[in-house]
Structures are given as structure tokens and as C-alpha cells.
């Protein structure tokens, strides 16, 4: 059953991908980024689907199965009728040309490294790490009930023993949703495979994301290393901790790739990108933060290149998942935040004591190296590559390519001031989060970056192939060849 | 079929940032299951599952309960509470029962004693169940 509950929610997410995004030649990168994307929009529609079925009709599993088959019909129907209306795009550099297939055996060796190591680090804490079982799985197992109880996942009383901070009941319900869903197709509340079903897809469906959104709209040989980058980060750590961070990194990222493959000719991708946005609020209280700084940057793309309609589409995708997030957030979650009882006082106080800059900087320094292995770290990864290939000015001069940028950037300078005001003890706060919050980022920061890197295909020299002539009484004859050289800036 | 060569800048680059991934993912996983022998199992919850399982068939579904216990550590409180769900813990439970999770075997009802707890069950592997006292 827990299969066909996955199945269940990636089918909706693939199907509403594939309504709104052309078809793509190759196949691979169509197949890869509409069942990436399907896998966790999938998750985010069905959570929010779980979440207001209890709401509005209660704790039941036959109007939750009702719910989401009517929701697949839906998706079906609207699939097979807008089937004729599906641009064809070819993303002229996503296969692999000459020498550059070279990249995907060490690739496939690192992607089957990192299952080994999901499996290796699963077995040994099948629970997951602290969070998760005090936190995201433990709200889920309330969530999952099917009774009244199922309201304590936001209950104030979840904090009261264990002290401000240790459940959260006022997180956001995606990822404790969509597992307790599970559970409830399941029957089998507290059963570990769903926690780490889920953690394993988001992981996956993440590289799958980076991997097909720079083929599409880049070239193969930046979206090998793409992936090869960021399973060399933490990211290969955390996954299998069974936490939020992973999934709020996907959702970042899935933002930013629909925007720039919306912006490349394919409007209602946009919608896409604002739903993408919309379940990462619905994911983490980081996620608001996200949601407010890209929708500030959408509107002001939208509104000074004369793409009104984009917004709308950005706007349309978005709407649902936010407003049940601030619903949820300002009318039903309890003021147990760890920034619920800060004062401007103590933010002014904060913001002026300069022994707190510093401790923030050493430990961005500290984890910053730590997300590597020595000079295998990321921003080394890719500050060579485009030392080598050069950056394409042209595309980071792009409207698009400045929103997101500016994006990821100010929501970076955002988790750094809420680490400057934060009321708990700063080391112990940094200490036990700054590490996995870099999981956030790496999935943009590496699809950002290298969107605007100079691919190896197009410094390509195309040389035609040599004319065959006919051998002549035992005698081989050799043709001259000639060369044209094929390089874009 | 037309042959594509790259400039040999271009392979360097990629070639370079490819080999220094590959290596960065071997060094992660090498550090990584050496870190995951040291910490197998390292916050139990199964097995609190285990130790709780049949205290929590006794309490009714949609009930809260007190805890005490011997140590103070949060991460034990946390699992015990992971094991409970549904019943939620509270600091002034309405039914008057409480929880006792202990690390080691006691005089449980002395304990209970000491703090107006009056023992009801000991189901074992140092849990029980206390009633509040008159």
C-alpha cells in the first residue's frame, strides 16, 4: 500500500508537470524532470489534500482515498485533453556529444555510492536522526490518527514538558502530512518505511531536478557535474536524517529551475515555479522566508520586463499552498516558536554586539569547509570549472537569472540575521543547524551558478565526417578534410 | 557522422571538477559509515517502543500523562513521548497518572512515595505507571 500511496501523488505531480511544461527531446530529461518534479509536487498536493480533508471533514481515511482518486481523475482528464495543446521543445545540448559521455560512468558510480550509503546510514538509525523522531515523524504519528487526537500534532502541550523548541508544534505540516498520509493509506502508524521512502524520493527527485533542468536549459555536460557537485556535498549526509531540510532544498531549487525554464519560452511553468514556492513554506518557517523574498522578486521581474502574465501564472501556483500555510500558521498553530517571544528590544541588543558577527562568521567558515573534503569542497568544484570555462556574461545579465540569484542570496542573508537575533545560546544554535541549513542551498547555489557557466559543449570544433570514396584497382585513396569551427560565446 | 573535439581548456575543466566530485563523494561515504558504526542505534527509539508497549495498551487513547524519571535528559523524554503517541505527556495531567521511565532498577514505589506518586503497575525494563496520590 505504501507503494500505491507513492505512486498515488507522483502521478498528480507528474501529470500537472507534464500539463504545464513542453515536451522535451531528449526523452531522458523530459522523463527525469516532469517525474522529479511529480514526486515532490505529488507530495506537497497531497499533503495539502490530507491536511484539509481532517480539517473540514475529520480523520478519515475513506474520504482521504476518495479525495486523492478523484484528484488523479482530475489530473488524468485534464492530461489527455490538453495532450494536442503541448509545445515540442529540443534542448540542443542535453545529450552527450563526442567525449563528454565519459562523465556518466563516474556519475553512476557516485549516484550508486550515495544509495549505499543512504541504505548504510538508514540501518543504522532507521528512526532517523534526533529531529525527525522528535519532531517531523513524531507530529505525523499524531496527524495519522483516526481520531479527535489527531489535533495534538499542533497542540501547545506538545512543548510544555520537554520545554520551548523540542516538538514544534507550529512547524508546517508538509512533510509530517504527507508521511502520516502514508500511514493512513498504510495502516501501519509508526511503521518506518514511510519516513524513509519519503527522505530516499526527496533526495532522489533533488538530483533528478538538477540534473534534467540544466540539461534542458544548459547542456549535458553542466548537468553531470551539476549532480556530481552536489553528491559530493553534505547533502549525501543528511539525506537519510529523514529531516525537513532536504525537502525545503528541493523545493528552492525546484523554484528557481521552473522559473528559468518558464522564462526560456514556456510561460505556464511559471505557475510551476510559484507552487514549488508555496509548499516550501509549507515545509519549513525558513520556507516563509523564501515565499516573501521571491514573491518581492517575481513581481519586480514581472513588472519591469512587461510580464504581467507570468506573474499571474506564479501567482496562480503559489496561492493555494500559501494560503494554508498562513491559516495554518497565524489560526491554529500555537506562539511556541523560538523567535514567538522576541522583542525589539532584544533585537537591537543583538544586532549591535559585535562578539555575535564573529562567532556567525567562524562558524559559517568552519561548516563551510566541512561541507566538502578538503579541496572537493563545492565552491571549489565550481570556481575551477569557471575559471576554466569562463562565466557567460550575457545569461547573468538575465532578468530571470538576477531574480533568483538575488533571491537565493538575500534569504543566505536572512538565516544569517535570524542566527543574530536568535534567543537561544548562539554556539549551540549554530552548532546544531548551520551544518544541515547549507543543504538548502547547495541544490540552487550549484543549478544558479552553473546556469550561467560556459557549458564544454559550446566551445565544441565540429569536424564533418571524411567523405567515403571508392578504392580504385587495390589502391586506398585519402580525401583532404576540412574543418569549420562551431564556437558561441 | 561529424567528430566534435573540445579545446583542451574546456576538458581540464571539466575533467578536474569531475575528478575532485568523485573524490569528495568517496571521502563523504568513507567518513560517513565509520560515523554510522559509532552511532548505530544511537537514540534507541525502538526500543522505547518496545518498553512502552504495553503500559501504553493500558492507557486510553486520547489520554495525558505525567513522567518522571531518574535521569533529566530531554532526548529520553522526547522518545518517550514518541512511543506514547497518542497519549501526550503534560506537566499536570487531568486522569492524575503518571509515567516513570528509569535507567536502572529501584525502589520504584519509593520514589513514587517521595513525590506524592502512588505505583500502580511495574511492567518491567524500568516502566511503571504511578497514580497521584490523595
Redesign the interface.
Given at each position: 500500500m505504501l507503494l500505491l500511496a507513492v505512486l498515488v501523488s507522483t502521478a498528480v505531480g507528474y501529470l500537472l508537470a507534464s500539463i504545464l511544461l513542453p515536451v522535451y527531446k531528449p526523452a531522458w530529461a523530459d522523463l527525469l524532470l516532469k517525474t522529479s518534479l511529480g514526486i515532490g509536487l505529488g507530495m506537497g498536493i497531497t499533503s495539502c489534500f490530507f491536511f484539509l480533508d481532517r480539517l473540514v471533514i475529520g480523520p478519515s481515511s475513506a474520504v482521504s482515498f476518495v479525495t486523492e482518486f478523484l484528484l488523479l481523475a482530475a489530473a488524468v482528464s485534464a492530461f489527455w485533453f490538453t495532450r494536442d495543446a503541448r509545445a515540442q521543445r529540443t534542448a540542443a545540448y542535453a545529450n552527450p556529444?563526442?567525449?563528454?559521455w565519459w562523465?556518466l560512468p563516474?556519475f553512476l558510480?557516485?549516484l550508486a555510492?550515495?544509495v549505499?550509503?543512504f541504505i548504510?546510514?538508514t540501518?543504522?538509525?532507521?528512526?532517523g536522526a534526533?529531529d525527525a523522531?522528535?519532531i517531523w515523524?513524531?507530529r505525523a504519528?499524531?496527524l495519522a490518527?483516526p481520531?479527535?487526537?489527531?489535533r495534538?500534532a499542533f497542540?501547545p502541550?506538545?512543548n510544555?514538558?520537554?520545554?520551548a523548541g523540542?516538538?514544534h508544534p507550529d512547524y508546517p505540516m508538509l512533510l509530517s502530512g504527507y508521511i502520516a498520509r502514508c500511514w493512513s493509506w498504510t495502516g501501519a502508524i509508526?511503521d518506518v518505511a514511510a519516513p524513509i521512502a519519503v527522505a530516499a524520493l526527496f533526495s532522489a527527485a533533488t538530483i533528478g531536478v538538477l540534473v534534467s533542468a540544466l540539461a534542458i536549459v544548459r547542456a549535458w555536460?553542466l548537468a553531470?557535474?551539476g549532480g556530481?557537485?552536489l553528491?559530493?556535498?553534505?547533502f549525501?549526509?543528511v539525506g537519510p536524517w529523514q529531516y525537513a531540510d532536504v525537502p525545503v532544498g528541493y523545493f528552492y531549487l525546484s523554484s528557481f529551475a521552473l522559473l528559468l525554464i518558464a522564462d526560456a519560452n514556456a510561460e505556464p511553468a511559471f505557475c510551476l515555479s510559484g507552487l514549488a514556492m508555496g509548499f516550501a513554506a509549507w515545509t519549513k518557517n525558513e520556507g516563509l522566508l523564501f515565499a516573501l523574498l521571491a514573491a518581492v522578486a517575481m513581481t519586480a521581474y514581472a513588472l519591469t520586463n512587461r510580464r504581467r502574465k507570468a506573474l499571474l501564472w506564479f501567482a496562480a501556483g503559489a496561492l493555494v499552498p500559501l494560503a494554508i500555510t498562513f491559516s495554518f500558521r497565524f489560526a491554529m498553530a500555537p506562539e511556541t516558536g523560538t523567535y514567538a517571544h522576541v522583542s525589539f528590544a532584544d533585537v537591537a541588543h543583538r544586532a549591535v554586539d559585535g562578539s555575535r558577527y564573529l562567532r556567525i562568521v567562524k562558524s559559517l567558515w568552519v561548516e563551510s569547509v566541512d561541507q566538502?573534503?578538503?579541496?572537493?569542497?563545492?565552491v571549489?568544484?565550481?570556481g575551477?570549472?569557471m575559471?576554466?570555462?569562463k562565466m557567460a556574461s550575457a545569461r547573468l545579465r538575465q532578468p530571470v537569472t538576477i531574480a533568483a540569484l538575488g533571491t537565493l542570496l538575500a534569504v543566505f542573508a536572512g538565516y544569517l540575521f535570524t542566527y543574530l537575533i536568535t534567543p537561544l545560546d548562539l554556539k549551540w544554535h549554530l552548532d546544531t543547524s548551520l551544518y544541515r541549513l547549507f543543504v538548502h542551498f547547495w541544490p540552487s547555489f550549484i543549478f544558479l551558478l552553473l546556469s550561467v557557466s560556459r557549458a564544454?559543449e559550446e566551445?565544441?570544433?565540429?569536424?564533418?565526417?571524411p567523405a567515403r570514396s571508392e578504392p580504385a584497382a587495390g589502391k586506398t585513396k585519402r580525401k583532404g578534410r576540412s574543418e569549420s569551427a562551431a564556437r558561441r560565446s | 557522422?561529424?567528430?566534435?573535439?573540445?579545446?583542451i581548456?574546456?576538458?581540464?575543466?571539466?575533467g578536474?571538477?569531475?575528478a575532485?566530485?568523485?573524490?569528495?563523494?568517496?571521502?563523504?561515504?568513507d567518513?560517513?559509515?565509520a560515523r554510522?558504526?559509532m552511532?548505530?542505534?544511537?537514540?534507541q527509539?525502538?526500543l522505547e517502543?518496545q518498553r512502552f508497549a504495553a503500559l501504553k495498551h493500558d492507557l486510553p487513547?486520547?489520554g495525558?500523562v505525567g513522567?518522571v524519571s531518574d535521569l533529566s535528559d530531554?532526548?529520553i523524554?522526547?522518545?518517550a513521548?514518541?512511543a506514547l503517541?497518542?497519549v501526550?505527556?503534560?506537566?499536570r495531567p487531568p486522569s492524575g497518572l503518571v509515567v516513570g521511565s528509569f535507567s536502572r532498577p529501584m525502589d520504584y514505589a519509593e520514589f513514587g512515595r517521595a513525590r506524592g506518586l502512588v505505583l500502580v503497575k511495574d511492567y518491567g525494563e524500568g516502566i511503571t505507571l504511578y497514580r497521584k496520590g490523595p
Open positions: 556529444r563526442g567525449i563528454l562523465l563516474p558510480a557516485v555510492l550515495s549505499f550509503l548504510n546510514s540501518a543504522s538509525n532507521p528512526y534526533w523522531w522528535a515523524n513524531q504519528k499524531f490518527q481520531d479527535a487526537s489527531w495534538r497542540s502541550l506538545l510544555e514538558v520537554a520545554g523540542a516538538t509508526g555536460s553531470i557535474l556530481l557537485i553528491l559530493s556535498t553534505a549525501l549526509v566538502g573534503a578538503g579541496l572537493a569542497n563545492p571549489i568544484s565550481i575551477l570549472l575559471a576554466f570555462l564544454a566551445t565544441a570544433i565540429e569536424a564533418p565526417a | 557522422m561529424a567528430t566534435v573535439r573540445y579545446p581548456q574546456a576538458l581540464l575543466g571539466v578536474i571538477t569531475a575532485l566530485s568523485v573524490y569528495g563523494s568517496f571521502s563523504f561515504y567518513q560517513q559509515t554510522n558504526k552511532q548505530e542505534n544511537a537514540f527509539v525502538g517502543e487513547a486520547d495525558m513522567y530531554n532526548g523524554l522526547l522518545a513521548q514518541y503517541v497518542p501526550l505527556i503534560v506537566n
